[in-house]
């Protein structure tokens, strides 16, 4: 009996990877660091970084598509081969192991045939199935629904080995923002589009806002990264009804000092401010970051923004798909962990569609970036997974070209 896959969602901020009858997966940072004193540190070693000012990142992925697999394949050696970081998790050999892997939308056929010549002829696994996040999303079973008219409705049940034939894909990542229809299993390709906002867009905008307006903290990425995933929302109405309560939502963020605390945390508003720190008060920065989904205008950026991104998307599907498509919207991505996001999201969308069509968006109740490993687990366990990966004696026969223009690339579809 043959082992059970690895299953590797290679996301561009983190690597979620593991055996799929695990819960949960294992977590690495997909990133190198180095901080002032000149020390490097690999994947989940930078959360053992104590001075966290001036840290510089590399990370393999720049502009969206995976370019250096000279870092991804040391970070993923990191993952696999690392028994005391991971709860003895252990490949001890990646050779005749079996592997369901992610690759980012739209990757580059060049950049996608580096990844087949290192999983085969490097790792050496005996087969691979790799596709976008929004390729296995129909395999998830999110559990919290969000009508845009209000009225919620519990998910359906449906079969634990069916999939969800017509999906609207919102996958908010670290580098960008894809949507992505998937009919019947298969994405899409002519109607999926892309919005140059995501986490790191994010991080530079806070960054931006909190030196201009407190302390200049351009080289603070860790700790600018801390106060988004702590503090930021997504206004739950508008821009304008949230900057008119902004005192109310108003959090003091106390600062490190490197002795009693290395990352800084929320101020308790009932405790007082400990003596000798020090501390910013955010009040509209808390959801005039995040507005940039809606409002791309509000950092000049002359893009339209995620609305209209999944309007137009919609407009290039065969017109009798739509309101199916608009029925099942999925999210995933760790931006959706902002509050507000989802129920914004889908009100927002109502309201620019007919009346008698019904958007409903799904999510999961758990940590919303582990949607797309929850999904490819699924995947790996459905009897679809053994006719669709491609063994290592046919990439040798047929070669690296076949795999990328026939199994797993995008020009097929187009």
Sequence with gaps: MESPPIVVDNGSYEIKFGTPDLETPYRALNALAQDKFGSYYLSNQIKTIKDISSVVFRRPHEFGQLTSWELESTIWDYCFFNPDE??????????????????TCMTIPELSKNMDQVIFEEYEFASMFKSPVAGFAPFGRPSIAISGKGDDQPNRKAEPDAYEPFQLVID??????WVVPVIKGIPYYKAVKKLDVGGRFLNGLLKETLSFRHYNVM???????????????????????????????????????????????????????PQDSQAVKLKDELFSVPETFFHPEIPQLL????????????????????????????????????????????????????????????????????????????????????????????????????????????????
Excluded at 349 to 377: F, I
Excluded at 401 to 408: E, L, N, P
Aim: hydrophobic share 35%; charged share 20%; glycine share 6%.
């Design 172 to 177: 908010i990542g670290f580098n960008c923002t």
């Design 86 to 103: 991971f709860d003895g998790f252990d490949l001890k050999d990646s050779k005749g192991q079996h592997l369901v892997v992610s690759e």
């Design 219 to 273: 080289d603070e990425t860790i700790l600018v990264n801390n106060i988004k995933e702590n503090c930021l929302f997504v206004s739950p109405v508008s821009y304008f009804e949230s900057f008119k309560h902004r005192d109310r939502t108003a959090v003091e963020y106390v600062l490190p000092d490197f002795q009693t605390s290395f990352l800084g945390y929320v101020k308790d508003p009932k405790k007082p401010l």
């Design 303 to 414: 893009k339209p923004g995620i609305i209209e991104t999944i309007l137009e998307s919609l407009s290039i599907l065969p017109e009798q798909l739509r309101p199916l498509i608009l029925g099942n919207i999925v999210c995933t991505g760790g931006n959706f962990n902002l509050p507000n996001f989802a129920t914004r999201l889908a009100t927002e969308l109502q309201r620019q569609l007919p009346t008698d069509w019904s958007c409903t968006v799904h999510l999961p109740s758990g940590p919303k970036e582990l949607y797309g490993w929850s999904s490819m687990a699924s995947f790996a366990n459905s009897p679809l997974y053994n006719n669709a990966r491609v063994t290592r004696e046919e990439y040798f026969e047929h070669g690296v070209d076949w795999c990328t223009k026939h199994r797993f690339g995008y020009q097929n579809w187009m």
